[in-house]
């Protein structure tokens, strides 16, 4: 299963990969076989779906949905892959309140699991750290990159990827010196492994840490070097994310033409995909208040008109709320599940005093009557 998802997750073509599918079911299989190669085909179309326009559709929830329908019935393994996926795929658009549920199945699968994970075990649990990363929970998103770490190449772009986030992780935590520390790292796999728009992002997270020591001449080479490498090499988003970065540090330098110049192509980037919302908040907060500091009042009208609108829509969807509110609901999940595993434990524990006491009767009738036998075997006739 794992070496049919590895040789078909990258297929752009819909026709290319119901042939690989049809093949497969035509092999002789058993009926569970079968479900399975059928959940892998559902998911890799609903990915390629989704690929194709980089927005929301019907196909591809609608295959989604069948995929976990028929993964919860089958196989554990493939359900924790399936509601990673579909989870993901409201992630990527912001909808953190819709996959909610998908990462938690697949969250508790996890921590429940005896044994390593075997489908796709790096993709599984990187999805999942950046997902309970960004609802704040940032002591599960560091067990998850941890335990990817583990199991990743060094060669892989994964395994830069992983040291990044962990560096993320510890610069949310506070814990610089130990962020500083993994993306130094990652900017030593990255150069190792040809990875240039990762090593871009790790400039631009060091970048961060120079900002908040107020080393302002090493940030912003930091970022313009990010923003370059970005550029160069296709980095769009990470070019976008940079930009606004820098039009930040501009601003705190009371250097507003700068800020302007690099904040104006990050908007029209942000602008161009549905997915981006939170960004172009970002930007147009900073133009507003760069409007301000400028008596510009055509400007500062026009940017909190523009602001309203997209307030109102991140307020939805992946707004300072919303995730306080997942958050919350994704502890008490936690705690429930806490609850009924110690409930289960507690009826096992009472489960395992009855059977011994059900055999130390047993044993202590057949005790008493082989003493009985006995006794009446030495009794004289």
Wanted: charged share 30%; proline share 1%.
């Amino acid at each position: 299963m794992n070496n049919l998802i590895e040789l078909n997750k990258s297929k752009t073509n819909e026709k290319a990969l119901e042939k690989v599918f049809e093949k497969e079911l035509k092999k002789e299989n058993t009926y569970s076989e079968r479900i399975n190669i059928e959940i892998i085909h559902a998911t890799l179309l609903a990915d390629l779906y989704y690929k194709e326009n980089e927005i929301l559709n019907p196909k591809s929830e609608t295959l989604y949905k069948e995929a976990v329908a028929k993964a919860l019935k089958n196989n554990s393994e493939l359900t924790i892959w399936v509601h990673t996926q579909f989870g993901f795929y409201f992630y990527t658009n912001s909808l953190y309140k819709n996959a909610l549920p998908y990462f938690l199945t697949a969250s508790k699968l996890i921590d429940e699991s005896i044994s390593d994970l075997t489908i796709q075990p790096t993709e599984v649990l990187k999805k999942n750290a950046f997902y309970f990363g960004m609802i704040e929970d940032y002591t599960k998103e560091a067990i998850y990159l941890k335990k990817a770490l583990k199991i990743t190449s060094e060669n892989s772009f994964d395994y830069g990827t992983l040291l990044n986030s962990l560096g993320r992780n510890y610069a949310k935590n506070g814990n610089n010196e130990l962020a500083a520390k993994y993306y130094n790292e990652t900017l030593r796999i990255s150069k190792l492994n040809n990875d240039e728009v990762r090593y871009a992002k790790a400039l631009g997270d060091l970048a961060g840490l120079f900002e908040e020591n107020k080393n302002w001449a090493k940030a912003e080479e930091f970022l313009l070097k990010d923003i370059a490498i970005s550029k160069e090499h296709n980095g769009e988003r990470n070019t976008m994310y940079a930009q606004i970065q820098l039009g930040n540090l501009y601003y705190k330098k009371n250097n507003y033409d700068k800020a302007l110049e690099v904040l104006n192509p990050a908007e029209i980037y942000a602008r161009s995909k549905s997915n981006l919302k939170g960004f172009e908040e970002q930007i147009a907060k900073l133009k507003l208040a760069i409007a301000i500091k400028q008596n510009d009042d055509k400007t500062e009208l026009e940017q909190r008109r523009r602001l309203d609108t997209l307030s109102l829509y991140v307020s939805k969807t992946d707004g300072e709320q919303v995730i306080n509110r997942i958050n919350l609901e994704a502890r008490k999940e936690n705690i429930k599940l806490q609850l009924v595993a110690a409930k289960a434990q507690a009826e096992k524990q009472v489960l395992i005093k009855k059977i011994v006491i059900g055999i130390s009767v047993v044993l202590l009738c057949l005790i008493i009557l082989m003493f009985i036998v006995y006794k009446r075997k030495l009794k004289p006739r």
